[in-house]
């Protein structure tokens, strides 16, 4: 009795020795990847089991009950993370099972260009490989709700800047970073604006940042456009800019600004309405805001480009027709 219990005791220490080795074989044997890079998606609330199905549903070869056998004893089948991953060479599943872990996703990016208006954000977004295109289609009014805007009309609440984002994300994530980071950055300069400026309210201000994005031609210049725009308004002259009618015009403008555009009424003819435009006109960056919130001291209430890039101020309407003689007119 005593020679069958040692030897029952002894099958079953080696038989957890087999399993034991085994058990440690597989933990660091590498993966045989049928290619590389090779590129899987953790869907976000997966669960261990569900994760290591859309993996070997990618065609990665990690035997699923092994890997889940193996992440369970180690206690550690909370810890996988969602996101689109690229193994760029074979790794084991110890190894994967850490980078899981990490959240070491693959990342793409996506610029939004200061001046850029809405269409141009939406077909950014939509032209991207890597994102989900679940905006797609939408109208402007289901997707600010799907942001959390407040706002009725899209055009510049979106921040332009580059945005890193896991590859598979959905274009509603950069929408909302955008979005919050646009509120963040006015939210501060308003707070931080210079007295007496000629509008009430933060969205007036994001408005005349739009303009100043659209009119300044050379960075060094910017705070003197703010500077003579927003004299402009304070004397009740109408603001005159022709980026404020080319919006208005949208896809019907042609590149082309005609004497008939400036004098056809609209909501965006600055020529023809006094007041800022109801709306922004395009994406401003942080300098523009920061200008239209912090505009240079100044009493020019005109400019005319020189042709490099930079422009002309005037305090009187004198001084300007000779600058645009001399600028524009080359007498």
Request: hydrophobic fraction near 40%; proline fraction near 5%; aromatic fraction near 8%.
């Amino acid at each position: 009795m005593l020679s069958l219990l040692r030897k029952t005791l002894s099958l079953t220490f080696f038989a957890l020795a087999v399993l034991a080795g085994y058990a440690l074989w597989y933990a660091f044997a590498p993966i045989a990847l049928p290619r590389t890079p090779a590129e899987f998606r953790v869907e976000p609330g997966s669960s261990l089991r569900s994760a290591a199905r859309q993996m070997e549903a990618a065609g990665i070869p990690l035997g699923r009950w092994r890997f889940e056998a193996l992440v369970r004893a180690l206690g550690r089948s909370q810890e996988i993370k969602a996101g689109s991953y690229e193994l760029q060479a074979a790794v084991s599943p110890l190894e994967l099972l850490d980078k899981l872990s990490r959240g070491d996703v693959t990342q793409a990016e996506l610029a939004l260009i200061e001046g850029w208006n809405i269409r141009q954000v939406r077909a950014a977004l939509d032209g991207h490989a890597f994102l989900r295109h679940d905006s797609a289609g939408m109208d402007d009014a289901e997707l600010l709700r799907r942001v959390g805007a407040v706002e009725a009309h899209p055009e510049g609440l979106f921040f332009p800047d580059t945005y890193l984002f896991a590859k598979g994300s959905s274009d509603f994530d950069v929408l909302r970073r955008a979005y919050r980071t646009q509120q963040r950055h006015l939210a501060r300069e308003w707070e931080s604006r210079e007295p007496g400026l000629p509008y009430r309210t933060p969205y007036q201000a994001l408005i005349m940042a739009s303009v100043i994005e659209k009119e300044t031609g050379r960075a060094t210049d910017r705070e003197m456009v703010a500077g003579a725009l927003s004299n402009r308004l304070r004397i009740g002259m109408r603001l005159q800019a022709d980026p404020t009618v080319i919006y208005g015009l949208g896809a019907a403008f042609d590149g082309n600004l005609r004497r008939r555009h400036l004098e056809e009424d609209g909501p965006y003819n600055s020529y023809t309405r006094a007041g800022l435009p109801p709306t922004p006109i395009a994406m401003p960056g942080l300098a523009s805001l920061r200008a239209a919130l912090h505009p240079a001291k100044t009493d020019a209430i005109y400019y005319v480009a020189r042709g490099d890039g930079s422009s002309q101020f005037s305090r009187t309407l004198d001084e300007h027709n000779r600058a645009v003689a001399k600028y524009q007119l080359k007498r």
